[in-house]
């Protein structure tokens, strides 16, 4: 497997359960840490996650990305934008605190 | 809140940028129409894809015969790829011709309507009206002003106005890869194709950063996703009344054969709010940058 300097990583998402699979399946997926269907983890490029991946590979959809994003930041990527900003305070004076922009 | 700014320092502080197929949820929308990718779409999505395709056919045909019979024509903006929030300096904003000719006789009209989102959820409001969020909005009181600076449409009687990007058609681009390799003649060595990150936008990564790419292919995440407006082009201002609370409601949990019995008391909050202001800006108005009102 050809790797440039930089470590690649696996994004690896769980699509279908195994539930009905044999055991050794649903093993190889909790050492992936795929515990839960469309739950995705970056395991850096190796031979054994990708032989990982080639035992689940009906069940997982795979990408081969730069950079790894933990939970926290991924669950940061999925938060909406508020859609609104606080123009204005009640008990401020238009004008007084104009500079007060607070992004919820 | 500190959701904003930490998805800011997380993302600036990575370079290059995550690639904004990361963004999957968020990225959908785009002002850029994309080309989808060779293969099926997958089916929670192909009806959101037909829907899209009319509406683009719909507004296409519309900015051909600006003087439509029908009553219901659609003006759409075509605004720069970011519709930022007014803090963030964007490129001046470009107006199409029918935008130019329309925009006018919308604002003319009496009564306007705006489907406001608020964290992506729609709102269908006009002036004078009070809703009532499903959820308790925190960090402000009764009596703060609000500036609702997300909208997919704004519309009166006859016109209305939409974002012009579609949501594209979100489908990972691994399932679509086909590589056959030759034996004659191509190698059999394995190689690794790494995603392509499409090139980072100078703005915050936001909701609305252009891609060029399909995102990863999540499906129930994918669903909904719509183009907004860019904010420049109203003004949509609404006062928190007030926060309500519904009755206690007591949800009693415990199992067969098991006599104690566990009661879990709850009474959620919401936040009322009174919209006073949906305002359409002027061509001057908004190819002038003033942002005073």
Same mark, same amino acid.
């Given at each position: 497997?050809?790797?440039?300097? +930089?470590?690649?990583?696996?994004?690896? @998402? /769980?699509?279908?359960?195994?539930?009905?699979?044999?055991?050794r @399946?649903?093993?190889?997926l +909790?050492?992936?840490?795929?515990?839960?269907?469309?739950? @995705?983890?970056?395991?850096?490029?190796?031979? @054994?996650? +990708?032989?990982?991946?080639?035992?689940?590979?009906?069940?997982?959809d795979?990408? *081969?990305?730069?950079?790894? /994003?933990?939970?926290? *930041?991924?669950?940061? /990527?999925?938060?909406?934008?508020s859609?609104?900003?606080?123009?204005?305070?009640?008990?401020?004076? +238009?004008?007084?605190? *104009?500079? *007060?922009e607070?992004?919820? | 809140?500190?959701?904003?700014?930490?998805?800011?320092?997380?993302?600036?502080?990575?370079?290059?940028?995550p690639?904004?197929?990361?963004?999957?949820? $968020?990225?959908g929308?785009?002002? =850029?129409?994309?080309?989808?990718?060779?293969g099926?779409?997958?089916?929670?999505?192909?009806?959101?894809a037909?829907?899209?395709?009319t509406?683009?056919?719909?507004m296409?045909?519309?900015?051909?015969?600006?003087?439509?019979?029908?009553?219901?024509?659609?003006?759409?903006?075509t605004?720069?790829?970011?519709p $930022?929030?007014s803090?963030?300096?964007?490129?001046? !904003?470009?107006?199409?011709?029918?935008?130019?000719?329309?925009?006018?006789?919308?604002?003319?009209?009496?009564?306007?309507?705006?489907?406001?989102?608020?964290?992506?959820?729609?709102?269908?409001?006009?002036?004078?009206?009070?809703?009532?969020?499903?959820?308790?909005?925190?960090?402000?009181?009764?009596?703060? !002003?609000?500036?609702?600076?997300?909208?997919?449409?704004?519309?009166?009687?006859?016109?209305?106005?939409?974002?012009?990007?579609?949501?594209?058609?979100l489908?990972?681009?691994t399932?679509?890869?086909?590589?056959?390799?030759?034996?004659?003649?191509?190698?059999?060595?394995?190689?690794?194709?790494?995603?392509?990150?499409?090139?980072?936008?100078?703005?915050?990564?936001?909701?609305?950063?252009?891609?060029?790419?399909?995102?990863?292919?999540?499906?129930?995440?994918?669903?909904?996703?719509?183009?907004?407006?860019?904010?420049?082009?109203?003004?949509?201002?609404?006062?928190?009344m007030?926060?309500?609370?519904?009755?206690?409601?007591?949800?009693?949990?415990?199992?067969?054969?098991?006599?104690?019995?566990?009661s879990?008391?709850?009474k959620?909050?919401y936040? !009322?709010?009174?919209?006073?202001? =949906?305002?359409i800006?002027?061509?001057?108005? !908004?190819?002038?940058?003033?942002?005073?009102?």
């Amino acid at each position: 497997m050809s790797l440039p300097t +930089a470590t690649n990583y696996f994004r690896i @998402t /769980l699509l279908r359960s195994a539930i009905g699979l044999p055991k050794r @399946t649903s093993g190889v997926l +909790a050492a992936l840490g795929l515990h839960k269907r469309l739950r @995705t983890v970056y395991h850096p490029v190796s031979q @054994t996650v +990708a032989g990982q991946v080639f035992a689940v590979k009906e069940l997982v959809d795979v990408q *081969e990305v730069v950079q790894a /994003l933990s939970a926290r *930041e991924m669950r940061q /990527l999925r938060q909406p934008e508020s859609g609104f900003y606080v123009e204005r305070r009640a008990g401020v004076r +238009a004008g007084e605190g *104009e500079g *007060e922009e607070v992004e919820v | 809140m500190l959701s904003r700014t930490l998805k800011r320092a997380l993302l600036d502080s990575r370079l290059p940028l995550p690639p904004t197929f990361l963004l999957p949820w $968020a990225a959908g929308l785009t002002t =850029v129409s994309h080309t989808p990718e060779a293969g099926n779409v997958p089916p929670p999505l192909i009806d959101s894809a037909q829907h899209v395709s009319t509406d683009r056919q719909a507004m296409k045909s519309a900015s051909k015969q600006p003087k439509s019979a029908s009553p219901a024509h659609t003006a759409p903006a075509t605004a720069p790829k970011l519709p $930022a929030p007014s803090s963030t300096g964007t490129s001046p !904003i470009a107006l199409s011709q029918s935008v130019r000719d329309l925009l006018p006789l919308l604002q003319a009209q009496g009564s306007h309507y705006i489907t406001a989102h608020i964290f992506d959820r729609p709102y269908l409001l006009t002036q004078g009206d009070t809703v009532r969020l499903p959820f308790f909005m925190k960090d402000v009181a009764p009596g703060d !002003i609000l500036r609702l600076n997300k909208a997919s449409n704004i519309g009166s009687r006859d016109y209305t106005l939409k974002a012009s990007a579609a949501a594209p058609k979100l489908k990972s681009s691994t399932t679509t890869t086909v590589e056959v390799l030759d034996p004659t003649s191509g190698s059999l060595a394995s190689h690794s194709r790494v995603m392509p990150t499409p090139s980072p936008d100078s703005e915050t990564p936001s909701s609305t950063a252009a891609r060029t790419m399909a995102p990863h292919f999540i499906p129930h995440i994918a669903k909904g996703k719509v183009s907004y407006l860019d904010d420049r082009l109203f003004v949509c201002r609404a006062v928190v009344m007030g926060v309500e609370a519904e009755p206690m409601r007591v949800k009693e949990k415990t199992k067969r054969r098991q006599r104690k019995v566990k009661s879990v008391k709850s009474k959620h909050r919401y936040t !009322i709010l009174k919209v006073k202001e =949906v305002r359409i800006r002027g061509v001057e108005e !908004i190819e002038g940058g003033d942002e005073l009102d």
